[in-house]
C-alpha cells in the first residue's frame, strides 16, 4: 500500500535531472559535471516565468548571478552555498553555478522550464570567463581537492 501512497526517487548520476515533477512545480538533483567547473562554463541563463530554488545537500555548491538586466547579464558575483539553506534565484536574474565532485545540490522550479523555451541562455564573455575563474579562486583554496582530482592529506 505504501508504494502507492509515496513515491520514492533518487538520482546518484552526474548533471541534472529532475525526479519528481507535480502540477505545475518540478523537483531536481543537480550533482557535479564537468562542464560546470569554473573554467569551463559557457553559458549564463535566466528564467523568464519562474524563480529557482537552490538547498546543497552535500559537497560545495558556488552560485554566480549577473544581475537580472533582460538584454545582457551584469557585473557577476559568487555566492557560496551553506548546506540546507534555500537560495531563490529570482526570476530574470542570469546565473550559473560550479560544484565540487561531491556536491548534491536539490532544484525546485516550475515544471515547464525549459532552455529553448523560456530560459535564454547567452555564451559568456572571455572577459566574464575570467570573472568566474577568479570569483571562484577566491573562494576554493585547492581547486584539484575541490573538483575532487586528489585527495584529503592527513597529517598524523
Keep these: ?7 520514492v526517487s533518487e538520482y546518484t548520476g552526474e548533471g541534472y535531472l529532475p525526479v519528481i515533477t507535480y502540477q505545475g512545480w518540478r523537483v531536481a538533483i543537480l550533482n557535479y559535471i564537468d562542464e560546470l567547473e569554473a573554467e569551463n562554463i559557457e553559458r549564463l541563463q535566466y528564467h523568464d ?28 558575483e559568487a ?12 526570476r530574470g536574474t542570469w546565473h550559473t553555478h560550479t560544484l565540487s565532485r561531491d556536491a548534491m545540490c536539490l532544484i525546485i522550479e516550475n515544471s515547464d ?11 559568456v564573455t572571455e572577459r566574464q570567463k575570467k570573472q568566474l575563474v577568479e570569483l571562484f579562486e577566491n573562494i576554493v583554496d585547492d581547486k584539484a581537492l575541490y573538483y575532487g582530482r586528489k585527495k584529503l592529506e592527513r597529517v598524523v
Design 1 to 7: 500500500m505504501k508504494d502507492k501512497l509515496v513515491e
Design 49 to 76: 516565468e519562474t524563480d529557482e530554488v537552490f538547498v546543497l545537500l552535500k559537497g560545495s555548491f558556488i552560485l554566480y548571478v549577473a544581475g537580472n538586466d533582460p538584454e545582457k547579464p551584469g557585473e557577476i
Design 79 to 90: 555566492i557560496n552555498l551553506e548546506p540546507y539553506k534555500m537560495y531563490n534565484v529570482k
Design 113 to 123: 522550464t525549459e532552455d529553448d523555451v523560456n530560459s535564454p541562455r547567452v555564451f
